[in-house]
């Protein structure tokens, strides 16, 4: 298991976002969180990850390390997609130079390697991010929204790079308002009733 909640809520401005939603997410297994815009996917995603700043209800346990991405382009602007990169993986021992720009180039950024990233489109923004999953040993990956901003090649991609991690044994819980269309067995979480699908 990678993944546990139990009886998870979340009330914010007085109304209740989600309650009583249980999960117990395995290796292997791919699910996305379903619900209407502002039932709090986003901030489901931020409790599972240990990042919320919102007191909820209910417990999470992580049995195994994590790379959270966020909708919101994690990239500084005064460094290069390089820099960037290797910025976030400096906590992960054994990414070379060379697997860097490996990884930018599976995005389609080879020649932008040095590009301040304030230059760069807000789609190449995104497939910055998007290359830290060719830079991750996380097992389990939580990603909100992770093809907003990128073209029918990008979101290509980044379902080869999914699949590839769920048949690795790894898990991957997301949201997403276009269709994925990775040919592996989709479980979907409602908001609204809490169940697993």
């Known amino acids: 298991m990678l993944l546990r909640a139990r009886e998870l809520g979340l ?3 007085g109304r209740q976002l989600f309650s009583g939603i249980e999960l117990a997410l395995q290796r292997g297994q791919l699910v996305q969180v379903e619900g209407a815009n502002g039932a709090g996917k986003t901030s489901l995603l931020r409790i599972l990850a240990g990042l919320s700043r919102y ?4 417990s999470v346990e992580r ?5 959270f991405l966020g909708h919101q382009s994690a990239v500084k602007g005064l ?3 390089r820099e960037n990169l290797a910025w976030h993986v400096a906590g992960e021992a054994g990414f070379s130079p060379e697997a860097i720009d490996a990884a930018l180039a599976a995005v389609s950024l080879y020649g932008y390697e040095d590009v301040p990233s304030h230059a760069l489109s807000a789609g190449q923004h995104r497939r910055v991010n998007l290359a830290r999953l060719f830079l991750t040993r996380a097992p389990l990956w939580l990603l909100d929204e992770p093809f907003t901003a990128i ?5 290509a991609v980044l379902e080869a790079r999914l699949l590839a991690h769920l048949q690795q044994g ?10 994925i269309a990775v040919a592996y067995p989709l479980l979907r979480l409602d908001l609204a ?3 697993l699908q």
Request: net charge neutral.
């Open 151 to 155: 073209d029918r090649a990008g979101v």
């Open 63 to 67: 049995f195994a390390p994590q790379l």
């Open 11 to 13: 009330e914010r401005g």
């Open 79 to 81: 460094l290069t997609p």
């Open 170 to 179: 790894g898990g991957v819980l997301l949201t997403s308002h276009q269709p």
């Open 193 to 195: 009733t809490g169940a």
């Open 55 to 58: 007191g909820f209800s209910g």
